[in-house]
């Protein structure tokens, strides 16, 4: 099977910013950032400031111009109805050469009554987040991942942990799903990638006196991974696992159709990520496409109140058939890519 978790994750799941935050708080880990920018995880408090003070000053940034053309962004609407949405693929873990954003997506962000967004990871609360994170990711009954587990995926899962600097009994109390998503934290923040810097989390910073809504909801993301065997979590790990090498050539290709606004280049990369056999097409029917079915019903309820929606879902659902731009245009919307 080659199913790239890693991507899909960082282009589909705002709550894979807060997983570990949140077990971390559980289980007494610290995430420190070192003299050299990289990051590491220890069970004592960091030395100086701690990276949660970092997030303040990022709200002191302005959204400013850009002088490439076609961007992330479209809008829609439909005849007859004086609401209208404006649709922006976010990439959940970002990097300072994406700030600030472009021209289009500064004006329809500022001309827009609310910001829509998957779960509201601003305003969660981390102890609150540890406690669901646990309820839903780790075993209840004394039980260890190495005991649910194939005994070579334990030791493959114990050689990329220790490589990202992270004991691998860190790990023992969490499902497949839970490690599997720690470990994409990891890798993420070991390419560069950080979490306080993804375009959700910059765009509620800003949300002034709109409203904040939420499309799901970090609960109702994590309980998603309630749906999986034991066996297709198993595989899920596993495909997180082979891929921690190869992650940097795919996120550098995403970001590059994202920063250009090609939808077509991004599904492209997209759609290498995963085969036709039934737990692949099992996991993106659970992590995509019902999620985009149900989106599209919210986010026609949400036009029909005659306000203007600016709406930031992970990039990956926005492009192909099935995509919430082409789920949209068949129920009779327009749609327009915006541009600088």
């Not at 499309?215 to 696992?241: D, I, K, P, V, Y």
């Amino acid at each position: 099977m080659r199913l790239r978790w890693v991507l899909w994750r960082w282009m589909l799941l705002p709550v894979l910013s807060l997983v570990f935050v949140g077990q971390a708080a559980a289980e007494g880990v610290y995430r420190c950032t070192q003299a050299d920018g990289g990051v590491r995880f220890q069970g004592t408090p960091c030395a100086g400031v701690a990276d949660r003070e970092r997030l303040p000053r990022l709200a002191k940034q302005q959204m400013a111009v850009s002088e490439a053309d076609k961007r992330f962004i479209w809008h829609l609407n439909k005849a007859g109805q004086r609401g209208s949405l404006y649709l922006f693929g976010s990439i959940h873990f970002g990097t300072p050469e994406m700030y600030p954003l472009p021209r289009s997506v500064a004006d329809a962000f500022v001309a827009s009554d609310t910001l829509v967004v998957e779960a509201d990871i601003a305003r969660a609360d981390p102890q609150a987040l540890a406690m669901t994170v646990a309820r839903y990711g780790t075993y209840q009954d004394g039980s260890t991942l190495q005991q649910h587990i194939a005994e070579d995926t334990w030791q493959q899962l114990s050689q990329v942990a220790a490589e990202l600097g992270m004991a691998p009994s860190l790990l023992q109390g969490q499902k497949p799903w839970l490690a599997s998503m720690t470990l994409s934290a990891l890798m993420l923040n070991k390419l560069g990638y950080q979490e306080e810097l993804g375009i959700d989390r910059h765009l509620l910073l800003r949300a002034g006196g709109r409203e904040v809504i939420e499309l799901e909801g970090l609960e109702f993301q994590l309980r998603l991974f309630e749906q999986l065997t034991e066996a297709e979590q198993e595989a899920m790990l596993l495909a997180s696992l082979e891929e921690m090498d190869q992650g940097k050539a795919f996120f550098e290709r995403l970001f590059t159709a994202w920063q250009a606004g090609d939808a077509a280049g991004l599904e492209a990369v997209f759609n290498e990520g995963f085969d036709d056999d039934p737990v692949s097409q099992r996991l993106f029917e659970v992590i995509m496409l019902a999620r985009n079915r149900r989106m599209v019903q919210r986010l026609e309820g949400l036009a029909a109140d005659g306000r203007r929606h600016f709406v930031v879902v992970g990039a990956g659902h926005l492009p192909g058939k099935e995509g919430l731009l082409a789920l949209l245009a068949a129920r009779g919307y327009q749609v327009r890519q915006l541009k600088d």
